[in-house]
């Protein structure tokens, strides 16, 4: 199976949860979780693995834990997450 990497920001404690593209090509996510503990970075893990059909396993930060920005490395292509996320066509 192929895997990708994925540049994302995150902000917790947000009203929601939310997944979007920023027209840079990076995701922005939104999680009503905390930054305390790794909640934030467990909620986006969960959000992702579940837009991308994914269990949890699957879906990794790779670097940034301790940071907003954040690289996540998930076992699908670039064009599956693109898909999956609803990626405008023009990134």
């Not at 837009?51 to 076992?75: C, F, H, N, W, Y």
């Not at 699908?76 to 023009?90: F, N």
């Amino acid at each position: 199976m192929a895997s990708c990497r994925i540049e994302l920001s995150v902000q917790p404690k947000a009203g929601q949860e939310r997944v979007e593209w920023r027209a840079d090509g990076t995701l922005r996510v939104t999680v009503t979780a905390a930054a305390e503990n790794g909640k934030a970075n467990d909620a986006v893990v969960a959000l992702l693995a579940a837009k991308l059909g994914l269990p949890k396993r699957d879906v990794r930060i790779t670097q940034g834990l301790s940071a907003r920005r954040k690289v996540v490395e998930v076992e699908l292509s670039i064009e599956e997450v693109r898909h999956a996320l609803g990626a405008p066509s023009e990134l």
